[in-house]
């Protein structure tokens, strides 16, 4: 899915700063709620388009729901920011993606 994803140097700390924000007061606020919902939306669709690349390409089984598998990836990914920020080795980190990657739904040969 990588190379489907254009580099962006401030998506992480963007996203990390959504997040952030949205454990932190979303709750409490429903501008900051919506502005982190408007942000978590735009990354999801990127990552279900990632998705939808990897299923035309026959690397993802076609049937599966991209936007499932989208919510599946980021919560993941999100995931993963907290292991890594608790000090967790790249090598536990790496292990978790490959996992994860691992439980993607692969396509039917018949």
Not at 37 to 46: L, M, T
Not at 70 to 84: E, P, Q
Request: aromatic content about 4%; hydrophobic content about 45%.
């Amino acid at each position: 899915l990588a190379p489907d994803v254009p580099p962006a140097p401030d998506r992480t700390a963007a996203a990390c700063f959504a997040a952030k924000m949205a454990l932190e007061i979303g709750a409490s606020d429903p501008e900051v709620q919506r502005l982190a919902h408007d942000c978590f939306s735009v990354v999801r669709a990127a990552v279900a388009e990632c998705v939808r690349a990897a299923q035309r390409n026959g690397d993802i089984d076609p049937d599966a729901d991209p936007d499932d598998l989208a919510y599946l990836l980021l919560t993941v990914i999100r995931g993963s920011d907290v292991v890594g920020a608790y000090g967790h080795s790249p090598d536990r980190l790496t292990s978790i993606a490959e996992s994860a990657f691992a439980l993607l739904p692969r396509p039917r040969h018949h």
